[in-house]
């Protein structure tokens, strides 16, 4: 892979990573488009990587709250004392519970090789449209008072659950797990910031996978090109996450919605004409 090659890779990753546009269809549709081979599933993962740094230094706070509780609900009494009467210490439990669906049905998709055989531009054409229209709809529907502080088990386990449909390309995990908490009645920015924190063990637990892969080719020069990418993913997300919740502060998801709807649009016409 060129640098120039890393560089988009990269930037596009870091843009599409937190906007509800789905990064991972993004990301499959680059090798379609421009010829280049397809970067693969390992520096997909590194990208993600980048992006998760952007996302803990965001929301630094919170990151640092919910390190607390992790420390906390692994007996160390400080940290448990320290965060015991903030919502931190429910809130690493809701999250961890909103994990456990995506692992489990992505443990499912890396057996069977159901993820590689859903990379296709037909199926990212098809979702990138369908769950845009949910969004449209559940962002419109939904109310828009319930904070950050009124998530439960219930609902945490709902969005979880909505997760699990990002496994398919271009459903777009931020995406789908903003319409899941819109239609719960949280507002915007915190929709938003629930998805973004929910990001941090999935993107986690692929990091690590990747990281063994690496270590397993033994080639200095991946590293390199994983390090490279991640860092430049992790300067475009930050970019991306300020202007995002920026913009929901005052309007709502309609834009995005478009882009999805014109893209999987424009996506079908390519795959009629014989491009893709």
């Known amino acids: ?13 870091g843009i599409t990573e937190f906007l ?6 993004h ?5 379609v488009l421009t010829g280049w081979p397809d970067q693969g599933l390992l520096m997909d993962v590194s990208v993600h990587v980048g992006t998760l740094a952007a996302v803990l230094l965001y929301f630094r706070e919170d990151t640092k709250g919910l390190f607390l509780a992790f420390l906390g609900a692994c007996g160390v009494a ?6 015991e009467n903030t919502i931190y210490g429910k809130m690493f439990w809701y999250l961890v519970v909103a994990t456990i669906p995506v692992v489990i049905v992505g443990g499912i998709f890396e057996v069977t090789g159901l993820e590689d055989a859903m990379r296709l531009a037909s199926i990212i054409a098809a979702t990138s449209i369908i769950f845009g229209i949910l969004l449209f ?8 008072d319930k904070m950050m502080d009124s998530m439960k088990m219930k609902p945490a386990l709902i969005v979880g659950l909505a997760q699990v449909l990002a496994l398919i390309p271009g459903t777009s995990r931020s995406g789908i797990t903003m319409t899941a908490a819109r239609w719960l009645g949280f507002q915007r920015q915190e929709a938003a910031r629930f998805s973004m924190l929910l990001s941090i063990p999935t993107i986690m637990a692929a990091g690590t996978l990747g990281a063994i892969d690496l270590v397993k080719t033994g080639n200095e020069l991946v590293w ?17 996450i300020y202007m995002m919740m920026r913009w929901l502060s005052h309007a709502n998801m309609t834009i995005f919605v478009a882009y999805r709807v014109l893209l999987g649009l424009g996506l079908f016409y390519l795959i009629w004409t014989g491009v893709v």
């Open 137 to 144: 709809i559940a962002d419109h529907k939904g109310a828009t």
């Open 78 to 83: 400080p940290a448990r004392r320290a965060v």
């Open 20 to 25: 509800p546009i789905s990064s991972s269809g």
């Open 224 to 240: 390199v090109h994983a390090a490279f990418a991640a860092g430049v993913s992790c300067l475009a997300a930050l970019a991306a």
């Open 1 to 13: 892979m060129t640098a120039l090659h890393l560089f988009f890779l990269a930037i596009v990753q």
């Open 27 to 31: 990301l499959i549709l680059i090798p």
